[in-house]
Structure formats: C-alpha cells, structure tokens
C-alpha cells in the first residue's frame, strides 16, 4: 500500500462482484467459441503475468485473458466484450514502464503475441506489414539479407505494434525519427468489433493530404481507441559504413554542450546517448566492461566511408573543445554490439546496483538548447534528495531518464522519489518540454498530461476518446 500511495496509482474503481457478473460461464463460452477453449485462461497465475509491466504500478489483474490468432477472431472478441460492456486491455510484451496492462475496471486481456506475421515486405517501397507478435530483434532478423532495417529501437525487445501504441522511440531517433515518423498505416480492432485501416487497406505511400491522420491519431493511444492488429512500417537502407565510439568528459555539462554543438553543426549523427558517471559505473559491472567513470557520450555515424570520416572528424573537434577525451572505438560488429548492449541494458544495469530493489524511470524531455540546464539542475536535485538515481538520455533529441533505485518499503524514501519525479517533470514543462518523451502517459502522469496540454485540449482528447469508445472500454483508466 505504501508503493500505492507513493506513486499516486489509482484505485480500482468498481466493484469485483459486478465484474464476474459480466464474466459468465457463458460468455467465456461465447469467447472460447472464437478462439478455442486453450486460448482462454482465467487461472490466477495467468491473468497475475498479464495485470503488469516492468513499472512500478501495483498489478491489477484481468479477469481473463484471451490469444487471438487473427484479426478476425480479435474483431470478434471485440465484439462480445463491448455487447456485455467489458473492458479490453490490449497486451503484447508487457515491457511497458507506465502500467498500461494495469486491468484497473477488470475486463479481459488481449493478448496479441500469438498473431505473429510479417507480410507484404515491398524492398523497393522500403515498406513491411507486422502483426502484434512480431519485435523489433524479430524484425531485423527476417530483414537481415535485404538491405533494409527498421532503426526505432526501445531498450526492450518490444513488441512492434506495442511501440506504436506507446509512440516509443529509441537510440537511433536522432537520425531516424520515431514509431511516430516510420508507420505509414495501421490496422486497428476498434472497441466495437469494426476494423479500420487508418490509412485505407493496404495503402502506403510515404506522404499523404487526404483527410485527418488517424494513423498518428492512433499512434501514442496507448490501447485506449482500439487495438493495433497491424502496422505497416517505413525500412531504412542499411548505411554502406558505420562506426561507434564512446567519448568521457569531465563533467555533465561539458559532455551535454557537445550535444548540443554537434547536432547545430548539422552533423547527421546516428546515435548520441549520455550516460552520467553512475550509470557508467553500472554499465562497467553489469556488462563486463571497463570505460572511464566518467559521464560519457556513446556515439555512432552511419553513411558512406568518407561520410563517416567527416562525421567522426567534425565530431571529435567538437567533443576535444569541451574537454573530451580520445574517441575509444568500437569498430567490429561484435564490440558494436556489445557497446549498444550495455546501453539498452542500462535499466538492468540500474537495479543491480541495490540488487532486491525496485526502479522508477522519469522520461522527460524539452528542447535542446535547454538541455544543458535542466541535466544540471537536475544532478543538482539527485543530490539533494539523496537518491540513487543513474542518468541515461536519448540526447540527441533532448529526452533522457533518471533510473530512480529505492525501497518501496521504505515511506521516507518512497515519498522523496515521488516528490523528485513530479519536481523533475515541472521542470521539464517550465522549460517548455514534455513530462514523458516516449514511454507515454499510462496510469501515473495524467495530471501532468493535463497542466501540459491545459483543458481545451484535454477535453478535445476526451471528446475522440468518446466517440470512438462511448462504453469507455478500451484500456480504461489510462491516459485521461
């Protein structure tokens, strides 16, 4: 209860005994008609898996939990939920860091992993289908001998259509966008059984006037308008060169004004991430590695070999005015990975570092010439509330995460993350930024989302969100 209290997650409110009466033997029965009785579960262990992610919100499980295999037999689900007026919690890799599976009214949960296709690979579109069952490893492994990758990469291996529910991003969105600037058309179950292609079926151009853009509409719902069934994707040329190194500076503020300077130099970098010295610490033990502990920039250029030796040299210039040290290079393949491994890991890396503890991510993140001043003010802060709390940040493109480390069974310390995390995400809107830069809103930010957008364009969302999910059905409790 004191987690409960400390991150301010809402309640359950409505009354277990009305959800059972919705859940029927013979609306399971209706249920398992569509998908077959083994993709239906009610055990406490399953729906337990399927009531959290990797947050810190309190699970809330759902009252079943349902494997379509198609979109036909998800429509159909769809369909006899919203008759009885039972919610649908989309579900796919459960990495999630904002309690979006939470089941906060009950309901049943779609799983969607089982619908596992990729189809309609066009490598002279540099365009690909996916189903909800399909990560970003998976996809870049059946795209191996093509020529093509898809580049938004979370730290998890999460699922693709997941990402797009979140508006996630990644390492490499400095030069390759997000989930928002590489779908092109989505397949969505919406909460009524009705299917739609927000982009029109099997449409994919790379632009498009015609009409509002619901593909973006539904990219960044977080479940809470329809389930994504499908996404048709943007693929990208594998670059012809790439190097990675990692640079050390002397301070936060020298390594984060080398961002700066780098991106207003124009200098097409892939990847810019900033770890500070903690985490670098927690990189070196979890890892197996042993770079400076010092705050560090990992960097990596994509292009042609001249390309690259100009991006490197221009880079470097930059990183030596700002006092850092001698690029430590990172040339094969095999340290390339092991080098973006340790970053992903980053999260991992975290918790070992009061191993039986639990974790806390902020995600802020605001404009780039604003960036140096909050990373400051923020390390500031850390020190002041005496938590442990390793920085790791897509900089790049202004957005990084304070990795909080506590005892949720101590009050003091849980009431100092709390105080911190809103403390830090008021910053970050004072400096005209967002309180969550891709892990989205989820059960805990909903009044930060609302002094950030202000009511006129909260009720806006709230007027979409009851047109197309009048019952309020879909992923209820989260967002609004």
């Known amino acids: 209860m004191a987690l409960r209290r400390t991150l301010g997650l809402a309640a359950r409110p409505y009354s277990q005994g009305a959800a059972k009466d919705r859940l029927t033997e013979d609306f399971l029965d209706a249920l398992r008609a569509v998908v077959g009785s083994a993709n239906v579960s009610t055990a ?6 399927h009531g959290h992610d990797e947050s810190m919100h309190r699970c ?15 429509s159909l689900l769809a369909t006899a939920c919203y008759s009885r007026g039972v919610p649908i919690i989309p579900f796919g890799t459960g990495t999630g860091l904002e309690g979006g599976v939470s089941a906060v009214q009950g309901g049943v949960c779609f799983n969607l992993t089982r619908m596992d296709q990729i189809s309609a690979l066009n490598m002279e579109d540099f365009t690909v289908a996916v189903e909800p069952g399909v990560t970003r490893k998976a996809l870049n492994s059946f795209l191996r001998d093509s020529g093509l990758w898809f580049p938004v990469d979370p730290g998890a291996d999460a699922s693709l259509c997941g990402m797009a529910a979140t508006g996630a991003s990644g390492t490499n969105a400095v030069r390759y966008g997000t989930m928002r600037h590489n779908v092109l058309n989505l397949q969505v179950v919406l909460p009524d059984g009705r299917v739609l292609h927000t982009a029109g079926q099997n449409r994919r151009p790379r632009k498009s006037a015609a009409g509002y853009q619901l593909t973006g509409l539904f990219v960044g719902s977080e479940g809470t308008l329809g389930l994504i069934t499908q996404a048709t994707l943007r693929l990208h040329g594998i670059p012809e ?45 979890y890892s197996g590695l042993s770079y400076p502990e010092l705050p560090t920039l990992f960097l990596e250029f994509h ?8 991006q490197v040299q221009a880079t470097g210039e930059i990183a030596q005015l700002n006092g850092g040290s001698e690029f430590l290079w990172a ?9 973006w491994n340790a970053r992903h890991n980053a999260w991992y890396a975290a918790l070992a570092l009061r191993p039986g503890k639990k974790g806390y991510s902020t995600d802020v993140c605001v404009p780039i010439s604003r960036l140096p001043g909050i990373l400051v003010e923020t390390k500031q802060d850390l020190l002041a509330s005496r938590l442990t709390g390793p920085i790791v940040g897509h900089v790049g493109d202004g957005n990084f995460h ?8 101590n009050p003091d310390e849980s009431e100092r993350v709390k105080e911190f995390a809103m403390r830090l995400a008021r910053r970050a809107l004072a400096m005209d930024g967002t309180c969550t830069g891709e892990h989205g809103v989820g059960l805990g930010k909903r009044q930060l989302l609302q002094e950030e957008v202000g009511e006129v364009a909260l009720s806006t969302m709230r007027q979409i969100k009851a047109t197309l999910d009048p019952k309020n059905l879909m992923n209820p409790g989260k967002v609004l």
């Open 331 to 339: 040339r094969e393949q095999e340290a390339r990975n092991q080098l």
């Open 402 to 409: 304070c990795l909080l480390i506590f005892d949720p069974e």
């Open 303 to 310: 292009g042609s070999e001249q390309s690259v030796e100009e």
């Open 60 to 74: 809330l499980p759902p009252d079943a939990v349902v494997w379509p295999q198609n979109v036909e037999q998800a």
């Open 241 to 285: 060169a790439t190097a990675a190194a990692t640079c050390a500076f002397p301070s936060v503020q020298a390594a984060v004004d080398s961002t700066v300077q780098v991106l207003q130099a124009g200098i097409p970098i892939a990847r810019i991430e900033f770890l500070d010295e903690v985490m670098m610490v927690a990189c070196n033990r």
């Open 44 to 49: 406490t262990v399953v729906r337990e898996q």
